[in-house]
Each structure stands twice: as structure tokens, then as C-alpha cells.
């Protein structure tokens, strides 16, 4: 069964950093495509980053520039660097594990890290 454990959340002001990570246990990392995904309150749960397994990045524009998502194979961790945040950032932080077999893809994901951004 594969676990999905996010860490890095917090409080912090508006302009500053965050670096988010996700450790994944329970499939073979390096096959996995993974994304952070964030939900604000009232309202649906969306994209932020992707990352395939074979590199190729992708990102709402929102955080294009601002945002990095990155993998490191070896440790079986996916990390999101935050940078500029602003306050419409603020919302609750997924990490997604896609999966895939012969019958299919499987989707996993973790519980969530708030990130509030406020002065």
C-alpha cells in the first residue's frame, strides 16, 4: 500500500518561503508521477505543481516563477519550494502519487499541511 506523508507547512509572511516535502513508501518511487495539489477553504482542490517521472514539470500559472517542484529519486521524497508567497496561497498542501500497472494508474494521496501566509 503506498503512504503518503507531507511536512513543511506553517504560518509565514506574506513575501517569504516554505519548502514542503512529501516522503512516499510502498511503490517503486522512481516510476511514480507526483504532483502537489492545495485546497483553500471553499473552494475546489487544484493543481499546483507536476512532476513526471521522467522530469518533465508542470504549473498553474499562478505560481509559474515563483513555485519549484523537484524529486529526489534516491530518498523517495518530492519537495515544493515556496517562494513569494502571498496570501492567496494560503490553503491546505496535497501531495498526489500516481501509480501504474498494467491495469491502470492508482492515485494516493497524503493528509494535507496548512499553509497559512499572513502578516
Known amino acids: 500500500q503506498v503512504q503518503v506523508v507531507e511536512s513543511g507547512g506553517g504560518l509565514v509572511q506574506p513575501g517569504g518561503s516554505l519548502r514542503l516535502s512529501c516522503e512516499v513508501s510502498?511503490?517503486?518511487?522512481?516510476?511514480?508521477?507526483l504532483g502537489w495539489y492545495r485546497q483553500a477553504p471553499g473552494l475546489e482542490r487544484e493543481m499546483v505543481a507536476t512532476?513526471?517521472?521522467?522530469?518533465?514539470?508542470g504549473y498553474t500559472d499562478s505560481v509559474k516563477g515563483r513555485f519549484t517542484i523537484s524529486r529526489d529519486n534516491a530518498k523517495s521524497l518530492v519537495y515544493l519550494q515556496m517562494d513569494s508567497l502571498k496570501p492567496e496561497d494560503t490553503a491546505v498542501y496535497y501531495c498526489?502519487?500516481?501509480?501504474?500497472?498494467?491495469?491502470?494508474?492508482?492515485?494516493?494521496w497524503g493528509q494535507g499541511t496548512q499553509v497559512t501566509v499572513s502578516s
Open positions: 512532476i513526471s517521472s521522467g522530469g518533465v514539470l
Open positions: 498526489k502519487v500516481t501509480t501504474f500497472s498494467l491495469t491502470g494508474s492508482q492515485h494516493s
Open positions: 510502498g511503490t517503486i518511487f522512481s516510476l511514480s508521477a
